[in-house]
């Protein structure tokens, strides 16, 4: 396996330690913060290194950004670019490492993804900046850190920040990964479609859109993740 996929697992262990040991108050922050580390996902991981979408506004939000990166639990936003990079070069192919009908829908609901190999030409400005190169080899070890911070102060803290929430960051991640390619008619030769409720998953269900405008950085009316992007850096749209 995978250190991002070691990592899922944890997390998911720390959601069931804090089913049993249920704080109601606590559960319900956590499935909110949850949601907000999805718009972390969909704007940081996916728009920002991914796509290079949007420039930061300055050190002190490039630095913030770096912060919740850690805190989303997704694994290195290195790997996640790369992955996601190929899924755009070989959309719902057999060598789309992402795609419900190359790696099936449970793998991709779960992000159980496995890359091989990646082209480095693709990875070029990923690879020349340390500060992500520096995540990426750490960031199994700077989550722990966060988790252990999160302990410190309260082990409840560290079960529900570090476990519920990273697990239903994932769940949002999930659900647009596999039902935003679930357009059996394949029209305009993919199955990637637009989802209900776009602004649920930070504007990430206007999947099909982001597809054919792959660095916007507003995708429609119910793109809330643009506010984020607002936040934190200078749109290049």
Known sequence: MTSAQYLKI???????????????????ISLIFGWFLSGIVSVLFHRKISHRAFQYRNKFT???SYLLMIMT??????????IHRMHHAKTD????????HSVGKFKTFISWYTLETVNPKIMIDVLRDKKIMYIHNHYNKLFLAYAVFLFAVNPLYCLYFAGVSVTICSVFVGIV?????????????????????????????????HHLMPTST???PWD?????IKLLAVSKS
């Not at 944890?10 to 249920?22: D, E, N």
């Not at 192919?93 to 419900?100: F, G, L, M, V």
Request: hydrophobic share 40%; aromatic share 16%.
């Open 10 to 28: 944890s997390c998911f262990i720390l959601t069931l330690l804090a089913l049993a040991f249920f704080d109601l108050n606590l559960f319900v």
């Open 224 to 228: 809330w993740g643009r506010w984020l």
């Open 177 to 209: 990964n596999t039902w935003g390619h679930d357009d059996l008619t394949q029209s305009e030769g993919t199955y990637a479609k637009n989802i209900p409720l776009p602004a649920l998953y930070w504007g990430e269900g206007y999947h099909k859109t």
């Open 218 to 220: 507003n995708l429609g």
């Open 93 to 100: 192919t057999d060598e789309d490492p992402q795609s419900p």
């Open 62 to 64: 490039e630095y913030i």
């Open 73 to 82: 639990g997704q694994g290195s936003p290195m790997a996640w670019t790369a």
